[in-house]
């Protein structure tokens, strides 16, 4: 079974910058990155398929970049312009199905990374 592992993360103050990696045991079609707030849903922020299309939720469009390696098993986010309201616990995730890789919603069953905490203080 495929596993995801992530690192990167941290504390940061507000405007600033961090990245976050995940190594997944093989390589796949499509990854992605989840966040989920205290008290909140979990929600997707930022997907690439293996070909390098991209797609990124309103809240972090312009301030994060995904990206992939070239052996297509692991995949990077790159956070600036941090707010506190980025603070959560950011996911790595990747889906066994699905329609289209860059519409979440289109998303089968997934593994998920175990998550690394994102703090950003004002």
């Known amino acids: 079974q495929v596993q995801l592992v992530e690192s990167g993360g941290g504390s940061v103050q507000a405007g600033g910058s961090l990245s976050l990696s995940c190594a997944a045991s093989?390589?796949?079609?499509?990854m992605g990155w989840f966040r989920q707030a205290p008290g909140k849903e979990r929600e997707g922020v930022a997907v690439?398929?293996?070909?390098?299309?991209?797609y990124y939720s309103d809240s972090v469009k312009g301030r994060f970049t995904i990206s992939i390696g070239k052996a297509k098993n692991t995949v990077y986010l790159q956070m600036n312009s941090l707010k506190p309201e980025d603070t959560a616990m950011y996911y790595c995730?990747?889906?066994?199905?699905?329609?289209?890789?860059?519409?979440?919603?289109?998303?089968?069953?997934?593994?998920w990374g175990q998550g690394t905490q994102v703090t950003v203080s004002s």
């Open positions: 093989e390589s796949r079609l499509c």
């Open positions: 995730a990747s889906p066994y199905s699905f329609y289209r890789c860059t519409e979440f919603e289109t998303w089968g069953g997934r593994v």
């Open positions: 690439i398929d293996r070909d390098g299309n991209t």
